[in-house]
């Protein structure tokens, strides 16, 4: 046993010109706790992004603006790492080993391809978007990480990244760590403020369901007041029956920390506008100094590029050593200077 805490390791696709809600409480608070207790590397995956059709400037301004969001809500650059993965080649490099060990009727069985696929048009999709897994897998095993915390929709794409490092090791020797998933839960079930039987969610949401976090605060206050709830007028938690009342619930109760029981008592007699309106100020008390701090740090480009730097260096320092070991183990011949490791 070490006595080096466990290895955390996330990224999220720079795919939107802003974070919502349910990104925010479902992941990135959790990153932001894992700090504590985890050696923690958090990613831009710029790479990924490619996938699909993107400007060349959004790509850009999105991969700054994810990073400067994760530094916004408390991912600490210190303690962990903050980088593009296209910073790190070996995410590249490694992807290709991979890619050479994954078969292909394996590779066709991943659902969120054949989702991803079938909404661009089949024959538009792209060769990246078909072995978008692999990199994942290589985003992952570079670090040795113990624990990836993800969505449910990433759940098959661990298991193959698991499936993988098995065959891996099996056939080469041991090289990986086989990762645990940690799925992110609950909180993250955040729902559409207008439809409030569906996620909060990118693509699903219409407009005035889904709070962005870096909107002007004046529009996401009016989104949160003019939330779905029913026909009813008690103010009770009730997911079948009230889901709108019962999202407004949680959201109260994730932003105040009372429990829902709580809150329920507290607001015996009162109006439905009055929960609308305690949910827009206890959320606003978050988004508003959240947004601020990210608009700052967008103003400090250069300073923001250098922490991407920094955290690339950081993180190629484990990447290198693992993908050294990896061209050892398949026999690729080491460059000279690289140096592998055993953790
Ligand atoms: N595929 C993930 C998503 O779309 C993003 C991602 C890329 C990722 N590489 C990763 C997540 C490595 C965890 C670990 O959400």
Redesign the pocket.
Known sequence: MTAMPARV?????PTADSLHLGNYLGALRQWVALQDDYETFYGV?DL?ALTVEVEPQQLTERTLRSAAQFVAAGVDPVRSPVFA?SHVGEHAQLAWVLSCLTGFGQASRMTQFKDKSARVGADKANVGLFT?PI??AA??LLYQAER?P??E??RQ?LELTRDLAQRFNHRFGEVFTVPEPHIVSSVGKIMDLQDPTSKMSKTSSSPNGIIELLDEPKANIKKFRSAVTDSDTVIAYDEENKPGVSNLLNLLSVFTGRSVEQLVTDFEGKMYGHLKVAVADAAMEVIAPFRQRTLELMEERTELEALLLAGAERARAVAAKTLADVYDAVGLVRPAGAAGTAR
Do not use: C, N
């Not at 390791?9 to 696709?13: K, N, P, V």
């Open positions: 390791l996330s990224l999220t696709q995956a990924h993965q978008y990199l994942m985003d992952i990836v993800v969505g929709d990433q794409h």
